[in-house]
Nanobody, 126 residues
């Protein structure tokens, strides 16, 4: 069992940056591929980024490619999401999730992620 806790959300002006963190409990963090998803009010949850267990592979949604960077520190049981050049469209609750298996065919599908955090609010003002 893995428990995930996000932090780092907040209010930022358009063009600004935020760094989200997701801390995991337990000693099996490196056994999981990690992902970030977001959900805006009235919209479905959408994939943002994912990273393989030892950070050899990363995936990004087209909407954030070049602006967001996912990384992880297995020694600290933490995954990060660096978000730059934020726009109001990025406003959402951001959640991290853990998946025991992941491939190029399913990294974007939340159904493959077993454990989820509660989320952290990111609000970008214009």
């Amino acid at each position: 069992q893995v428990q995930l806790v996000e932090s780092g959300g907040g209010l930022v002006q358009a063009g600004g940056s935020l760094r989200l963190s997701c801390g995991a409990s337990g000693r099996t963090f490196s056994s999981y591929h990690m992902g970030w998803f977001r959900q805006a009010p009235g919209k479905e949850r959408e994939f943002v980024a994912a990273i393989s267990r030892f950070a050899t592979t990363t995936y990004y949604a087209d909407s954030v490619k070049g602006r967001f960077t996912i990384s992880r520190d297995n020694a600290k049981n933490t995954v990060y999401l660096q978000m730059n050049s934020l726009t109001p469209v990025d406003t959402a609750v951001y959640s991290c999730a853990a998946a025991p298996t992941l491939s190029s065919g399913n990294y974007y599908d939340g159904a493959y992620y077993q454990h989820w955090g509660q989320g952290t609010q990111v609000t970008v003002s214009s």
